[in-house]
């Protein structure tokens, strides 16, 4: 049984979800009051989320620029980073737990993500 069932297209949804929840949620949790850093690293994350998966060689792009491995290295990344950041910034409980859940969460859709790319009825 394959664990790895998040399609691409799947993916993308997610992606553009994932970066409307970077950009929105810092305003809606009052992260610029218990660590400006934070927030604004949440949110520069989302607007970049948003770039690269645009240029993401799967369904709902403007762009195939790159293929959906190269996607995935840049999630891997922006989730280390979001790890990295709960545990050396000095920040409130708040912020420590949204970088963890940020970062865990990314890694989750990593570990699900089906890089292979979607058949075709026809070929299936």
């Not at 799947?10 to 409307?20: G, K, N, R, T």
């Amino acid at each position: 049984m394959n664990l790895r069932f998040i399609t691409p297209n799947l993916h993308a949804l997610l992606d553009y979800s994932a970066a409307a929840a970077l950009i929105l949620l810092p305003f809606v949790l009052g992260l610029r009051e218990e660590s400006l850093f934070v927030h604004w690293f949440s949110i520069v994350t989302g607007v970049g989320l948003i770039g690269y998966s645009l240029l993401t060689d799967y369904g709902p792009s403007l762009a195939k620029v790159f293929p959906f491995k190269v996607h995935l290295i840049l999630d891997s990344l922006a989730s280390i980073a979001f790890l990295v950041l709960a545990f050396a910034h000095q920040g409130t409980t708040l912020s420590f737990i949204y970088c963890l859940v940020m970062g865990g969460g990314v890694i989750a859709v990593i570990a699900l993500s089906n890089d292979i790319a979607e058949a075709s009825p026809a070929s299936a």
